[in-house]
């Protein structure tokens, strides 16, 4: 990821091109952010206006960037957390179940469950 840029003198700066070769400019008015494209980086041809210092398009302003990674990561950090969840009660469950027979599994989850009913008055 690039570095964030914050300010016109930073951006007229930026230099876009090749590793080896003739590189171009930072052009005023567009994102600051460098595109790659066929083995060469590219200013973003979007009108900036938005980010830091209004330098960048929508697609590419950093701060909205971070905050949609933020969200995602989240998102997927909330549903990992449900799926270990998961998997920790289905191994504890089997460990303790192991060995005992399934009819006998289904009896007694039975008689749990008519017991917890008939307490809860249901
Ligand atoms: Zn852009």
């Given at each position: ?40 980086t ?5 009108k ?10 929508g697609?590419h ?40 027979d ?21």
């Open positions: 990821m690039m570095d964030i840029i914050e300010s016109l003198d930073e951006a007229k700066k930026q230099m876009y091109g090749r590793v080896f070769g003739k590189n171009t400019p930072y052009k005023p008015g567009k994102c600051v952010y460098g595109v790659f494209k066929d083995y060469r590219e200013q973003c041809s979007h900036n206006g938005k980010g830091p210092g209004g330098l960048y398009c697609i302003d950093p701060i909205a960037r971070k905050k949609k990674d933020d969200e995602r990561y989240a998102k997927y950090t909330e549903q990992l957390n449900a799926q270990t969840a998961a998997r920790n009660f289905a191994n504890a469950a089997s460990s303790v179940c192991r060995g005992v399934t009819a006998k599994l289904q009896e007694l989850g039975h008689g749990w469950l008519k017991k917890y009913l008939e307490e809860k008055g249901k």
